[in-house]
């Protein structure tokens, strides 16, 4: 007899999920580790913010929405967006989602089909290829080269195009390599798509967290808006993992499809949690730029500590806030054959916690998240520097 859905199948258990379980068991033992895996913020989420839902929920704002969210979280989104990247779109054009994962489950489940291919970048986000299954699409994926930073060109795009491509699914800054895009490579990947009636979903999650120039939008090439769906969340930007704030801005008719699915699944985000995102949206943004300025300060500490492991190469993230260590130095030895193995050894050994490429559709390489403690990247990077001259 059949247990579970073919459709559930198509679901893998994370690599990710497996590092993290064998952690937790360390954690629950007592050990201390220093944590380089969770992706995100370690900073508390900032008062106003923490404000505005206390007051909300004082003031009985705790029931449902409407679907798509409240007129003025719609509003906030599309105005802080308009602001930040000269986009043009009305608050119908935008979904309030309960975390930004779900905007882009909605989106793919939107305008993905059985047999339908979506064209995915590696390294990519562990849950791209997942949610692109589950939707009955095929990724076709783009590997890119680390020696140019992982670059994405409209070239290298057009050559995996075929009648069944329906979509391209982009995150810049990237998780988990802190690629971010070039605005030119960009511009010519949202043209050719837009000509060839392809839809660019980006994963815009990071957008706050560059640290070299401006960062790339959907939103900002108006004359293919047709064609462009970005998806964003407020849980870096504002250190809300924990609350689920998330949304899309894309032509009303996609929208419309979303917000037909939320219509039966969620029904609409915690009614407290919009009016709170609209406090984070439409406030002061000072606390977004200090973020980053720590952000910034940990990323060169952790690229400092990894530069003085011998064997170890790292290309410089310019976003987000992990590194992707290559490892390949110290890969193919006996209990270390891969970088799974290797994660599994750093952890048990050395008790430090990374993320092996393999989550991410790479084989050489470590993911490390510095959004953690000065003291933490000081302490990990000292556990790397000894458990791998160990291995040597
Ligand atoms: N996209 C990327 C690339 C991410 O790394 C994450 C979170 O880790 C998300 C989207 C989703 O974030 P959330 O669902 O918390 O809004």
């Known amino acids: 007899a059949r247990e579970f859905s073919e459709r559930i199948g198509r679901f893998e258990v994370s690599a990710t999920a497996v590092v993290v379980a064998e952690a937790a068991k360390l954690k629950a033992a007592g050990v201390d580790l220093a ?68 905007a882009i489950f909605y989106a793919v ?35 890119t080269a680390e020696a140019d930073h992982f670059r994405i060109t409209a070239e290298a795009i057009e050559s995996l195009i075929t009648p069944r491509t329906r979509a391209i699914l982009l995150n810049s800054p990237s998780n988990p390599s802190g690629a971010v895009m070039d605005t030119a490579d960009f511009e010519g990947i949202v043209r050719l798509a837009h000509e060839r009636g392809i839809y660019v979903l980006l994963d815009e999650c990071y957008a706050y967290l560059t640290y070299k120039g401006k960062p790339v939008s959907g939103g ?85 500590g990894l530069r003085g492991i011998p064997g170890i190469t790292c290309t410089v993230p310019e976003g987000a806030f992990y590194v992707y260590p290559n490892v390949k130095a110290y890969l193919g030895l006996p209990g270390a054959e891969t970088a799974m193995e290797l994660a599994s050894r750093l952890l048990r050994e050395g008790h430090v916690v990374t993320v092996p490429g393999e989550a991410f559709g790479t084989r050489e390489h470590l993911r490390l998240s510095y959004a953690t403690s000065h003291e933490t990247v000081a302490e990990g990077v000292a556990r790397m520097k000894a458990f791998f001259e160990g291995l040597r």
């Open 109 to 143: 489940s939107a305008l993905i089909d059985h047999g339908d291919e979506v064209i995915v970048p590696v390294p990519y986000w562990v849950s791209y290829k997942d949610i692109v299954q589950y939707a009955g699409g095929r990724p076709v994926f783009l590997e």
């Open 220 to 304: 900002s090439y108006i004359e293919a808006k047709e064609h462009v769906v970005v998806l964003g969340s407020l849980s870096k930007t504002y250190a809300m993992t924990g609350w689920r704030a998330g949304f899309a801005l894309a032509p009303k008719p996609i929208i419309a499809a979303m917000a037909k699915l939320q219509s039966q699944t969620t029904s609409s985000a915690t009614h407290f949690i919009q009016k709170a995102s609209i406090a984070a949206l439409s406030g002061p943004q000072q606390c977004v730029a200090e973020m980053r300025a720590d952000y910034l300060k940990l990323r060169d500490e952790v690229l400092a």
């Open 35 to 102: 944590d380089f895996g969770a992706g995100e913020p370690h900073f508390p989420t900032p008062r106003h913010i923490k404000d505005a839902a206390i007051a909300a929920i004082e003031q009985n704002f705790t029931h449902y929405t409407t679907t798509p969210g409240i007129p003025e979280v719609r509003k906030a989104i599309v105005d802080r967006h308009a602001a930040d990247f000269g986009s043009d779109y009305a608050p119908d054009e935008a979904i309030f989602t309960t975390g930004g994962k779900l």
